[in-house]
T-cell receptor, first 115, second 111 residues
């Protein structure tokens, strides 16, 4: 069965420091991969997605992610974190079948930013 | 702002009651999905509706049911509420199998 693992439940970084959030997936075919961000009390906002092509994907808010098939990973990175980046981050794999598209999410990584 | 609106934003029910949650899709979208997000967990797929018919379902019991209306808005109904149904319920709309746009959710507390 398809699954997504986010090994880090909670990460704290200092403002201005670099960030990498880990994501590993299990999927039989070429995966469609996503990163979402959720601020407290809010819904999910799409940061970036990978369907095919260039394995380094640029997203909104200065985030990027790299798809590594050999490692079954899709880690999210940002070179310099801002206090407003504090939120929960979810990695997801898309499962498409017929007319159905659904997302399988990891359990999330909660990011805290220290001043 | 995604254009997906959900109501109510918060509600409290007691065990055994029934609840209806509502979702208004983004303009032009014909597909609605519902997800359950328990505290400290990632969202889990409940089901999806396409052109008023359920076309995909996750591992949820039949007491979770839904409707999609001709204007593509949707309802999620949960009967015989259990304590474990306490969660944030997220609605997402899309055009066919395109990108999902999520609402801000309805937080259900079951006492």
């Amino acid at each position: 069965a398809q699954s997504v693992t986010q090994p880090d439940i909670h990460i704290t970084v200092s403002e201005g420091a670099s960030l990498e959030l880990r994501c590993n997936y299990s999927y039989g075919a070429t995966p469609y991969l996503f990163w979402y961000v959720q601020s407290p009390g809010q819904g999910l906002q799409l940061l970036l997605k990978y369907f095919s092509g260039d394995t380094l994907v640029q997203g909104i808010k200065g985030f990027e992610a790299e798809f590594k098939r050999s490692q079954s990973s899709f880690n999210l990175r940002k070179p310099s974190v801002h206090w407003s980046d504090a939120a929960e981050y979810f990695c997801a794999v898309g499962e498409y079948g017929g007319a159905t598209n659904k997302l399988i999410f990891g359990t999330g990584t909660l990011l805290a930013v220290q001043p | 702002e995604t254009g997906v609106t959900q109501s109510p934003t918060h509600l409290i029910k007691t065990r055994g009651q029934q609840v209806t949650l509502r979702c208004s899709s983004q303009s032009g979208h014909n597909t609605v999905s519902w997800y359950q997000q328990a505290l400290g967990q990632g969202p889990q797929f409940i089901f999806q509706y396409y052109r008023e018919e359920e076309n995909g379902r996750g591992n949820f019991p039949p007491r979770f049911s839904g409707l999609q209306f001709p204007n593509y808005s949707s309802e999620l109904n949960v009967n015989a509420l259990e304590l474990d149904d306490s969660a944030l319920y997220l609605c997402a709309s899309s055009w066919d199998t395109g990108e999902l746009f999520f609402g801000e959710g309805s937080r259900l507390t079951v006492l």
